[in-house]
C-alpha cells in the first residue's frame, strides 16, 4: 500500500467550495501534471488567497478539506475551450481557518516574513505533521 501523501491546492475560495459541492480536486486551472503525482487516500488541503476567483478580495484561509478516492484522472468539458483534468475525492465537513496564526507553527514555511510565497506554485506536498495541525484547527 503506497504511503499518504499531503498536499495544498491553491485557488480562491469559491472555486473550492464548488469543487467540494462536485466532489472533485482540480488544480493549476485544470492541468494534468500534479493530479499524477497524487494517489488514491492522499489528503488535500484547499488554500485560498482570494474570496472570489475573477476579484482581488482576500481570503486568506484554509477552506476546504478533500481525501482522494481513487486514482483515476479524467476531463471534464466544462466548455469547447475548457477540458479540464480532475481526480474524485470525498470533501470532509471543516470550518475555515485563517492562515495568519499559523504561520510560524508551519514547517512548508521557510520565510516566514514572505509566507505567501510557496502559494505561487499553485500545488504543493505537506508534511503530516502540518497538515495536521491545520487539520485539528479546521475541525475546531
Known amino acids: 500500500m503506497k504511503a499518504t501523501k ?11 467550495l464548488d469543487g467540494a459541492e462536485e466532489n472533485i480536486v482540480q488544480v493549476n486551472h485544470g492541468k494534468e501534471g500534479q493530479l499524477k503525482r497524487m494517489s488514491s487516500g492522499d489528503k488535500v488541503l ?6 472570489t476567483y475573477s ?10 478539506l478533500a481525501i482522494l478516492t481513487d486514482d483515476t484522472i479524467f476531463q471534464y ?3 469547447a475551450n475548457f477540458k ?4 474524485k475525492a470525498e470533501y470532509k465537513k471543516v470550518n475555515e481557518l485563517e492562515i495568519r496564526p499559523f504561520i510560524d507553527r508551519l514547517a512548508f514555511i521557510k520565510n ?8 505561487r506554485t499553485g500545488c504543493f506536498e505537506i508534511n503530516k505533521h502540518d497538515f495536521d495541525l491545520i487539520e485539528e484547527q479546521m475541525h475546531k
Open 112 to 119: 516566514k516574513e514572505k509566507w505567501g510565497f510557496i502559494f
Open 46 to 51: 484547499f488554500y485560498a488567497a482570494k474570496k
Open 55 to 64: 476579484q482581488k478580495e482576500l481570503c486568506q484561509c484554509f477552506v476546504a
Open 84 to 87: 479540464p483534468y480532475r481526480r
Open 77 to 79: 468539458e466544462v466548455s
Open 6 to 16: 499531503f498536499w495544498v491546492v491553491v485557488t480562491s475560495r469559491d472555486h473550492a
